[in-house]
């Protein structure tokens, strides 16, 4: 996720909106935080590399303490555990020296790091105590490390990671008053070729065929430049074991040192209030904050959902859409696909308070995230 280093460690990153309640930070990059004097709590040889004589985490929890706010730092995956978000308002968690390990080599003990899923639910036991709705920002940023490695058996497991934490923020909100936004910065020159490739083939082995020029095996995936380049080409194994190798380079068509991002669309999936009426078609990705400011009321649309923190309030003529895309039998709750009705045919408490946007290294936008820029 972005990060205020402005290089590229994974966060997950929450903000407030409409309220002061909770606000949570949690990733990596703890470099950053720590000034040039200050040794990193895990890798004890490694200093900080803040060239101001600052240190950000004792100015964070100092600030806390002076306006006598409930907060706790924490850096690995034991102490955030621990954490009991009933008297936690503000919570900052910097688990990594450098970036955030990828999930295949993440050590998952108490010593280690929680993985993207760990905290997503970690935040939202947080935020969802806001009665004002919030903002959460979750990333699963190495995705698109992995990219640039060629290395697409991370790039996948990042992936797979990734919808791991949208299913666990998926358990916890109620869609019908919370607006979920997926989307990516960017695509990839990932490429998947196969010629009559059996369902079930292994996605990260060599095609079931080989090439009709040289007679030689290639891999299914492949990209398009990088550092997979080779002359004459890397043949891999013609067997299933390449699929099982995590360390595996894709080979590449032009020679890079790292492998660059894609220039094609990619796709923006929203569930929750106004989400198949704001995102719907094809659009600029600038429009995707101004129509989550819409659907919550935010900034210049603060007015449109005047009234709506009442369930007994009328309806507001100037809050458009009551889409209902199913009904129950008598008595059953109303199905919402992207509404701000409740189930007894009102509307939600404060339509889209709650946003929940994730994105990736490849990239989303929801409460997740996949790949970075």
Known sequence: MPNT????????????IRSTICSVLLGGGRRHWLPKVAHDPEQTKEEGRRLDGRNLIDDWARDKKKRGLNAEYVWNKGQLDK????QVDYLLGLFS??????????NPGPSGDPSLADMTRSALSILLKNPKGFFLVVEGGRIDHAHHYNNAYRALDETLAMETAVLAALALVNPTETLIVVTSDHSHVLTMGGQATPRGHPI?????????VDGQPYTT????????????????????????????VHASAVPRQWATHGGEDVPVYALGPLATTLFTGTFDQSYIPHAIAYSACLG???????????????????????????????GQPVVIASSVMADDGQRVKSSAANFVAATSSLCLVLFLRLAGT
């Open 300 to 330: 210049e649309h603060r007015l449109r959902c005047q009234g709506l923190d009442n369930y007994t309030t009328p309806q507001v003529t100037n809050c458009v859409l009551q889409e209902v895309s199913s009904v129950s039998g008598a």
């Open 5 to 16: 280093s402005g290089t590229k460690d994974s966060w997950i990153r929450l903000t407030r």
């Open 97 to 106: 020296y450098s970036h955030m390990d990828f999930e295949a080599d993440r």
């Open 204 to 212: 990260l082995g060599p095609d079931s065929k080989v090439s009709d």
């Open 221 to 248: 995936i492949l990209y398009g430049n990088g550092p997979g380049f080779a002359t004459p080409r890397i043949i891999p194994m013609n067997t299933t074991l390449a699929a099982e190798d995590r360390n595996q």
């Open 83 to 86: 954490i009991n978000p009933n």
